[in-house]
C-alpha cells in the first residue's frame, strides 16, 4: 500500500488534512508493508564484504533490554551471602595460615614465613578484588528494584517549559568515515530541541598519504551529507508545528483533523526511518545495529504513535491539544540538529597534545566566545572579535562527549538531561548509561570481550549506589560549569591553554572524575542500556585498547588519598565502601598482574593452598557466571573470560609498568587509537609471545609439581596451562601468532633509513617576518617557515594492519 493512497485522507500540512477518513486496519496493512520492505532490503545499501564469521562466535541476536528487569528477593539475597561468604573464608583463611601455624610452628623456618607473608598479601588483594566485584553487583541488584522509568509525556511537559542546550563533541583521529557515521546520525536523531553536534576532527591537517587524505575528506564531508539528509523531514514537521502550539495555548481537546494529520505525520516519518534503515550500507554487526536499532527502533516508536492517534480518533476521543503540540515537537525536534566539524590543528595557537583530551579542551576553550582568524608567521591564530562577521562558538549548558565508535538509542539525551534537570540534582556534574557491546560477534575474542564490557555495565551501575560513580567518557552528559569550575589554565609561548579534562593519562575520564568529585560534585550512571560502542575483534586491537586502560590507574592514587585525607580532617563523612570502590577500580589491574605473575612463576608451598581460599573465591566465580547467563552468554564464559585475562597479563603488566615510569619521570605519554581495520590489526610480537611464555612455563612447572609431589600447585599449573593453551588457539590464532612474531622480529631488526636533517640558520639573511614577530633572538629556517615548537602527529595510514599509536 502506498503512502500516498494512505494519505488521501490529509494532506502533508494540517489545514489540508480535514477530507476524507482513515481505517487503523488501513494504517496497520500500510505500516506492515513498509516494514516488510525494510526487511527484505536490509541489505539493498552498498556494502563491503563482511568479515568472516568465526565457529564459537556469536549468533545475530536482539540487543539487551533498554530497562534492567527488576532483581528478585531470592537473587539479592543470594549476593548478600555471597559477600558473607568471601568475608568469612578469608578471615579463616588468614587464621587457619597465619596466627595458627605461626604459634603451632614458630618462626623458625624464615623461608616459610617469607612465603607466607607474600601468598597471603597476593590472596587478601585478589580477594579484595572480588569481594569489590560482589559489592557493586549487589548495588546495581538494588538499583533494578528502586528505577522506575519517567513516562515520555513528563518528559514532553517538562521540556516544554525548560529547554537547556546541549552540545555534542565527537572526538575522531584517522577513523573510517563509515564509522564516524554512524555515530554522527545516531547523535543527531536524538529528540532533543536545537541540538547542536560537533565532529573534532584530530587528523593532520594536510595529511600526504591518499588513504588518509580520503579518510578526511569523507569525515569533513560528513555534518553536510547528513544535514541535507535531515532536511526534508524537517521542514515538513516545522510547517505544522506553528498551528499545533497555537491551538494548544487556547486549550482544550485538539481537533480531528488536527490529530489526523499528527498520525500521517508520525507514520510518514516511519517509514521514511524504515527506507533509510534498508538502504544503510551493512558491513558489520555494528552497522546492523545502526540501522536495525536506531533507525528502525525509532521508526517503530513513531509508528506506535501513529496507531495509538488513529485509534483515539477512531474511538472519538478527546487528545489535548497540548498533547498534539507536545507530539509535533518530538517529530521537529527528533531531525532538528546543527552538524559542524572543527580542526584544532588548523589553528597554531591551540593545544597539539596527542590526546583525546586535549582535543576536547580546545574546543571546550573556545564555547562561549566569537573570534577572528589571523594570519601570524606561527601560523593561523583566533583571536576574540565582536565583528559582525566573526566565528562565532555557542556556549552551551549540557556537553555530551561521544566516542567516535559509540552509538547511542533514542531518548538517551532527552532522559539524562530531564534528570539532571530535576530538583535535588543540581550538584550532578556528569550522568551517563555505561556503554554495553554490539550484539553478533563476528569473531571469538570479540564475544568474549564484550562480555567483558557488558558485565563493566553491571559494576558501573553498583558503583552509583555507593557514590563511587566514575565518568566513562565515550558517552557522558556533562554540566558545562561543572567543567568551569575544574578548569586549569596555563600559558604555553604567550599562548593561554585551559585544560577542562586532564590529559595526564590516557584514561582522562578517570582522573577528571576525581577532580569533580573533589570541588564538591557527584557523578551518577543512569540506569538503564542506552548507549553501545564497538569492541576490538583481534587480539592485536585489543592489546592496543587493554594497554591503555591497563595505564594510569596508579598515578591518580595519590590524587584520591589525598582529597580523602582531606575531606576527613575537614570532618566529613567518605564511606568505606566508596573508598574501597574507587581504589580498588584505579588499581586493581596492578596487584592482579603481579600477583598472578608471582602465582605462575613461584612454586609456593602446597601447605599455602587451603580449600578455605577455594571457598572465598568461589562466589566471586558463581556470581560472574550467573551475570553472563542473565546477559544472554554461557555459564562457562567465565572460564573463557579467566583464560582472556591470562593472554593480556603482559599487557597489563606493561600498562602497570608504563604508570611508574610515567610517575618518575613525570611525563605524559601518546594516546593510543584502538584500530579499526577491515582484516586484523597485527599484535606486538612481545606480547604474542609472552603468552607461549605462559603456557609453556605452567606446563614446565606441572612437571616439577610432579616430581615434588607438590600437586595443590600443579593442579593450578596444569589449570593455567590449559586456559592460556585455549586462548591462543581460540582469541589470538596459531597461523595469527606465528605470522606476528614474525613480523616482530623482521621489524626488531630492520634498521630505518634516517633522512639527513638541514641544518637551520647556517646561511641566508635573517626572515625578516620572523624576526618582527618573534624577536630578534629567534633562530628559524632561512627563507621559510620558522621552527616552532609545536607538537606533530604522523598521517595515519587508514586499512594498514600494523597499530599504530599517536605520537
Not at 581460540?730 to 633522512?755: E, Q
Request: glycine share 6%; charged share 20%; proline share 6%.
Amino acid at each position: 500500500m502506498d503512502f500516498d493512497h494512505l494519505a488521501s485522507a490529509g494532506a502533508r500540512t494540517v489545514n489540508d488534512a480535514t477530507t476524507g477518513g482513515l481505517a487503523l486496519d488501513d494504517l496497520d496493512a500500510w505500516l506492515h508493508d513498509a516494514s516488510g520492505d525494510a526487511r527484505s532490503h536490509a541489505h539493498a545499501g552498498p556494502s563491503a564484504p563482511r568479515r568472516r564469521r568465526q565457529w564459537g562466535a556469536e549468533r545475530p541476536r536482539p540487543p539487551l533490554p533498554m530497562q534492567e528487569k527488576p532483581a528478585t528477593t531470592a537473587a539479592t539475597w543470594l549476593g548478600g551471602l555471597a559477600i558473607t561468604v568471601t568475608v568469612v573464608a578469608w578471615g579463616v583463611y588468614l587464621v587457619q595460615s597465619v596466627v595458627s601455624r605461626i604459634i603451632d610452628n614458630g618462626i623458625h623456618d624464615s623461608r616459610f614465613v617469607i612465603q607466607t607473608v607474600v601468598y597471603v598479601g597476593i590472596m587478601t588483594l585478589l580477594l579484595l578484588s572480588a569481594l569489590m566485584y560482589l559489592l557493586a553487583r549487589q548495588g546495581a541488584l538494588y538499583r533494578s528494584r528502586t528505577h522506575v522509568r519517567v513516562p515520555r509525556a513528563e518528559i514532553d511537559a517538562f521540556m516544554a517549559e525548560t529547554r537547556p542546550s546541549l552540545t555534542v563533541l565527537v572526538p575522531s583521529y584517522a577513523e573510517e568515515p563509515s564509522v564516524v557515521r554512524s555515530t554522527l546520525l545516531s547523535a543527531a536523531l536524538q529528540e532533543y530541541p536545537r541540538m547542536r553536534v560537533v565532529l573534532l576532527l584530530d587528523d593532520p591537517p594536510a595529511p600526504t598519504d591518499p588513504a588518509a587524505l580520503a579518510g578526511l575528506v569523507g569525515c569533513r564531508a560528513l555534518p553536510g551529507e547528513i544535514t541535507a539528509l535531515l532536511k526534508e523531514p524537517y521542514e515538513r514537521f516545522r510547517s505544522s508545528l506553528d498551528l499545533h502550539e497555537a491551538t494548544a495555548a487556547r486549550g482544550g481537546a485538539g481537533p480531528a483533523d488536527h490529530i489526523r494529520a499528527l498520525a500521517l505525520d508520525f507514520a510518514w516519518a516511519g517509514r521514511w526511518l524504515r527506507d533509510q534503515a534498508a538502504a544503510y550500507p551493512r558491513v558489520n554487526h555494528a552497522d546492523d545495529f545502526l540501522a536495525d536499532e536506531v533507525l528502525g527502533g525509532l521508526a517503530g516508536d513513531f509508528e506506535i504513535t501513529a496507531r495509538a492517534l488513529f485509534a483515539a480518533l477512531d474511538e472519538g476521543a478527546p487528545v489535548p491539544a497540548e498533547r498534539l503540540s507536545q507530539l509535533c515537537r518530538r517529530l521537529v525536534w527528533t531531525f532538528d540538529a546543527t552538524l559542524t566539524s572543527f580542526e584544532r590543528k588548523t589553528y597554531a595557537h591551540l593545544p597539539h597534545d596527542s590526546n583525546k583530551a586535549m582535543n576536547l579542551n580546545a574546543y571546550i576553550g573556545l564555547m562561549g566566545r566569537k573570534v577572528r582568524q589571523v594570519e601570524t608567521r606561527l601560523g593561523i591564530v583566533l583571536r576574540d572579535s565582536e565583528a559582525p562577521d566573526a566565528l562565532e562558538f555557542p556556549d552551551s549548558d549540557y556537553l555530551l562527549t561521544l566516542d567516535a565508535d559509540s552509538v547511542l538509542l533514542r531518548e538517551y539525551c532527552l532522559r539524562l538531561v530531564h534528570h539532571l534537570e530535576l530538583p535535588g540534582n543540581e550538584r550532578i556534574a556528569v550522568i551517563q548509561t555505561p556503554y554495553s557491546a554490539f550484539r553478533g560477534a563476528s569473531t571469538r575474542l570479540e564475544r568474549i570481550a564484550g562480555a567483558t564490557t557488558d558485565i563493566q555495565h553491571i559494576v558501573h551501575q553498583g558503583l552509583s549506589y555507593f557514590g563511587a560513580t566514575f565518568w566513562v567518557g565515550a558517552n557522558a552528559v556533562i554540566r558545562k560549569v561543572a567543567l568551569d569550575d575544574i578548569v586549569e589554565v596555563s600559558y604555553v609561548g604567550g599562548q593561554e591553554v585551559r585544560r577542562y579534562v586532564q590529559d595526564r593519562t590516557v584514561i582522562e575520564d578517570t582522573e577528571s572524575s576525581i577532580d569533580l568529585v573533589a570541588a564538591g560534585w557527584s557523578l551518577l550512571n543512569y540506569p538503564e542500556r542506552l548507549s553501545y560502542s564497538a569492541t576490538p575483534p583481534d587480539f592485536g586491537s585489543l592489546v592496543v585498547q587493554r594497554a591503555r586502560w591497563a595505564n594510569g590507574g596508579l598515578l591518580i592514587v595519590p590524587k584520591f588519598l589525598r582529597f580523602v585525607r582531606r575531606e576527613r580532617k575537614a570532618g566529613r563523612r567518605v564511606p568505606r565502601s566508596t573508598v574501597a570502590l574507587r581504589f580498588t577500580y584505579m588499581a586493581s589491574i596492578c596487584w592482579a598482574s603481579i600477583g598472578l605473575v608471582l602465582l605462575l612463576a613461584f612454586p609456593f608451598d602446597s601447605r599455602l593452598l587451603s580449600p578455605v581460599v577455594v571457598a572465598a573465591a568461589l562466589p566471586y566465580f558463581l556470581a560472574m557466571s550467573a551475570d553472563f547467563r542473565r546477559l544472554g552468554y554461557k555459564r562457562s564464559d567465565v572460564l573463557r573470560v579467566y583464560a582472556f585475562n591470562l593472554i593480556l597479563l603482559a599487557v597489563n603488566l606493561a600498562g602497570t609498568l608504563k604508570s611508574l615510569q610515567q610517575a618518575a619521570a613525570k611525563s605524559k605519554i601518546a594516546f593510543a587509537r584502538t584500530p579499526k581495520v577491515k582484516d586484523r590489526t597485527a599484535a606486538p610480537a612481545l606480547y604474542v609471545l609472552a603468552a607461549y611464555l605462559i603456557a609453556a612455563f605452567s606446563f614446565y612447572t606441572l612437571a616439577n609439581d610432579v616430581m615434588t609431589h607438590n600437586w595443590s600447585n600443579g593442579a593450578f599449573a596444569l589449570f593455567n596451562g590449559l586456559l592460556t593453551s585455549y586462548a591462543i588457539v581460540a582469541f589470538i590464532g596459531v597461523r595469527n601468532s606465528l605470522v606476528d612474531l614474525v613480523l616482530g622480529f623482521v621489524h626488531w631488526v630492520r634498521v630505518p633509513v634516517k633522512t639527513p636533517a638541514v641544518a637551520a640558520g647556517s646561511t641566508g639573511d635573517p626572515d625578516w617576518e620572523a624576526v618582527l614577530y618573534f624577536g630578534p633572538d629567534h633562530v628559524g629556517t632561512p627563507g621559510g617557515r620558522p621552527t616552532v615548537a609545536v607538537a606533530t602527529v604522523p598521517s595515519p595510514r587508514r586499512g594498514d594492519t600494523r597499530a599504530r599509536a599517536r605520537s
